[in-house]
């Protein structure tokens, strides 16, 4: 029974995770070659403000993958982040290798905290999710 419920709380996270991210991509029309910038594992107060600077400076948009621990000590810097009309995704609360947790685990130690976090801050709720590693399910195995 407990395998069974493990199994079919796999499969709505899977379903969840899929259904953010065809609700959240953006559709590139035309022909023009296209590259999206992304940088993860911040925010930092020193660096992530050096690189939000040069991206002003070249008028270049990029979506930023966030870590929960670190935007609870830089919230000014995603703050910033959002005003200058950058893209913030969810990476996770602690950056965590993904293999070692469960699926329940995952949601409400990691995704959750995070998402709620980069809400209480910004007003939106990321709609993207980055796993730390590329790892994105620790124990379908
Ligand atoms: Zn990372």
């Known amino acids: 029974m407990k395998k069974i419920m493990s199994r079919t709380i796999r499969f709505f996270l899977f ?3 899929i259904w953010f991210f065809i ?8 022909s023009e070659k296209t590259i999206a910038l992304t940088f993860d594992d911040g925010p930092d107060s020193i660096y992530t403000q050096q690189v939000l ?15 929960g621990s670190f935007t609870e000590r ?5 703050e910033r982040i959002h005003k200058e009309g950058h893209c ?18 995952l949601l409400e130690k990691e995704i959750k905290p995070t998402s709620e ?5 910004t007003g939106i709720q990321p709609c993207l999710y980055r796993p730390p590693f590329g790892y994105m399910y620790g124990d379908f195995r």
């Open 23 to 30: 609700s959240c991509s953006t559709r590139i029309t035309g």
């Open 15 to 17: 379903l969840f995770v």
């Open 74 to 78: 830089n919230g000014k810097v995603v």
């Open 88 to 105: 913030i995704g969810n990476h996770s609360y602690h950056h965590l290798d993904f293999w070692n947790l469960n699926s329940n685990d």
């Open 53 to 67: 600077k040069v991206l002003k400076s070249k008028k270049v948009k990029a979506t930023f993958f966030l870590v």
């Open 117 to 121: 976090l980069i809400c209480r801050l």
